[in-house]
């Protein structure tokens, strides 16, 4: 079937309005906005195919974050802006921005646009309910995806922070349509790159690292709009951003802590690093469970909706209410190991106190004001990719596999070892850990538990430091490395995780009493995580 007009305003008639498709347009149909018709015939036509299928030819997607940079208090768009019935919530479109979108999709060749906010009746849950159903597949097929990290109230500069890494959706957003579709759209007024690091330099910087961005390539893809807007590779830009902040920190080292100074910092480069790994891997790594894990959404419930998919999941979303974040999370994780799949989720972020709902997994973070997550320490709230710590990423391979109950209770078999009481020494016999600080509660049942082993070849086995082999050299012994989970029990067969320890040296741990059984763990975390050591005789933890 061809498709049909769901909405169809001048633009004059646009400024200040609140725009409703629910008069014309069918529930649970694919909508897109007309390019050609906003930027020839200044009309927002939104049309809709009514088979239910994705149009036959390319179209390109938005991704935003709904609320994000503003524009100065006391001015407005310079052609105005508009909100959406049932999204009110969220800031304006500004017109002028949504004009910039549709020629960027015109420089790529393309149409006709998708824009979450224009292409789903925000005001119907069923329409809502089928759109998430098919974000992926929406996202998958669009080519380009035009990332604007600013949000759609005004155009984001290249050095301004924006939240776009930080909200949910723009994970699935960014993964699904693949590494070389995706392209950020950011104001720029400057004739060359290099205009604008004079600019922001300026005399801040020392001469070398001025030197040394001069050398770093232009990441200037296309000039979208002539002295106002261009485009470049998201990932070009992430890795010029990562090469550029590795030179920050040589050359600026009493300024590299923050990134804030850095002359590119549109999108948090720790967190794009992140991403990076994480569209690497795919599926196929616990990258996506971390990066995931530190994002937020004001909707608690669209932190797993938005993570499924890329795990291969469809989750019937009508089955959970928008809070409900911990049992969506209980039947995601149930689907993938009932596949046979490897609990690679229990390496989300091991140094983290567990959550109090699950205590295999870390504790949730927070939304804040500012749309960035953030997790309750001891020091006070701390974002969210930091407390993770995504620089050290915990291996995962030899994850076990199981089944994951209703109650978020996790059972599996593996190899494990009864904690004893002593004094105990560091980890292994390299003192590649400190020795533990915290007791778990006395006269309970603790468990080291085997949930992974690796070979670790760049492992010298007499220091227990990492060491590259030169090519000319005969190849490394290497040491076999065991991560263990340390369970306590509280109940009939029922556990909770206390902490994790990894680096392991297997032959350190021959001696234990080692024996196979089955556990179930879960139930809620009990506060922060317990530091266990190794001795030849067995796991300790010390008072």
């Known amino acids: 079937m061809p498709p049909r007009l769901a909405l169809d305003i001048p633009l004059f008639n646009l400024a200040n309005a609140t725009v409703s498709l629910d008069e014309h347009a069918v529930p649970c149909c694919f909508r897109f906005l007309d390019?050609?018709?906003f930027i020839d015939s200044d009309v927002l036509r939104i049309i809709e195919w009514p088979d239910g299928s994705l149009p036959e030819y390319s179209f390109a997607a938005i991704s935003y974050p709904w609320r994000d940079l503003q524009i100065p208090t006391g001015t407005t768009p310079p052609e105005g802006s508009f909100s959406v019935k049932g999204a009110e919530h969220a800031d304006h479109i500004s017109i002028d921005v949504l004009?910039?979108?549709?020629?960027?999709?015109?420089?790529?060749?393309?149409?006709?646009l998708w824009i979450d906010r224009l292409c789903i009746l925000q005001t119907r849950k069923d329409d809502k309910n089928w759109q998430i159903q098919r974000m992926f597949q929406i996202y998958a097929h669009c080519d380009p995806c035009l990332v604007f990290p600013g949000g759609l109230?005004?155009?984001?500069?290249?050095?301004?922070?924006?939240?776009?890494i930080d909200r949910a959706w723009t994970l699935q957003e960014a993964s699904a349509p693949g590494r070389n579709r995706l392209k950020c759209v950011f104001a720029f007024t400057h004739t060359t790159y290099f205009d604008f690091l004079e600019q922001q330099c300026g005399s801040r910087f020392s001469p070398k690292f001025i030197e040394f961005l001069h050398h770093t390539p232009s990441p200037l893809q296309t000039i979208?709009?002539?002295?106002?807007?261009?485009?470049?590779?998201?990932?070009?830009?992430?890795?010029?951003?990562?090469?550029?902040?590795?030179?920050?920190?040589?050359?600026?080292?009493?300024?590299?802590?923050?990134?804030?100074?850095?002359?590119?910092?549109?999108?948090?480069?720790?967190?794009?690093?992140?991403?990076?790994?994480?569209?690497k891997t795919g599926r196929s790594g616990q990258y996506l469970w971390v990066s995931a894990f530190a994002r937020s959404s004001s909707r608690p419930v669209d932190m797993v909706f938005s993570l499924m998919d890329l795990l291969g999941v469809s989750l019937d979303?009508?089955?959970?209410?928008?809070?409900?974040?911990?049992?969506?999370t209980i039947k995601l994780i149930q689907v993938l190991m009932d596949r046979g799949e490897r609990a690679t989720w229990l390496y989300i972020a091991p140094e983290m106190p567990s959550s109090v709902e699950i205590s295999t997994l870390p504790a949730m973070p927070e939304t804040s004001e500012s749309g960035r997550a953030y997790i309750r320490t001891r020091e006070g709230p701390m974002l969210a990719f930091e407390a993770i710590g995504t620089q050290d990423v915990w291996q995962s391979e030899g994850a076990p596999k199981g089944v994951m109950c209703d109650s978020g209770y996790f059972r599996f078999y593996s190899r494990a070892a009864l904690v004893i009481r002593g004094d105990g020494g560091s980890l292994g016999d390299t003192g590649r850990r400190q020795t533990a600080t915290m007791r778990a509660y006395d006269d309970r049942e603790t468990w080291a538990i085997v949930i992974g082993r690796r070979k670790e070849l760049n492992r010298d086995p007499d220091t227990g430091h990492i060491r590259l082999t030169p090519r000319s050299a005969p190849p490394p012994i290497g040491v076999i490395e065991i991560t263990l989970l340390f369970a306590e029990r509280h109940g009939y067969g029922l556990f909770h995780r206390l902490g994790m320890e990894r680096e392991i040296d297997e032959k350190s741990v021959a001696g234990w009493k080692w024996t196979w059984r089955e556990?179930?763990?879960?139930?809620?975390g009990r506060g922060d995580r317990v530091?266990?050591?190794?001795?030849?005789?067995?796991?300790?933890?010390q008072s």
């Open 35 to 37: 390019c050609n018709a």
């Open 531 to 541: 530091r266990f050591s190794v001795t030849p005789t067995g796991p300790v933890f």
């Open 519 to 524: 556990f179930c763990v879960g139930g809620p």
């Open 317 to 328: 979303v009508s089955q959970f209410h928008a809070a409900e974040r911990t049992k969506a």
């Open 224 to 279: 979208v709009e002539p002295g106002r807007s261009a485009a470049c590779d998201l990932i070009e830009l992430f890795r010029l951003m990562a090469g550029g902040v590795a030179g920050f920190k040589y050359h600026e080292p009493t300024l590299s802590m923050h990134h804030d100074h850095f002359p590119v910092r549109v999108i948090y480069t720790p967190a794009a690093k992140l991403l990076q790994r994480a569209l």
């Open 153 to 164: 109230v005004r155009l984001a500069g290249l050095s301004e922070p924006t939240t776009w």
């Open 99 to 112: 004009r910039t979108a549709c020629i960027a999709a015109h420089c790529f060749g393309r149409s006709i």
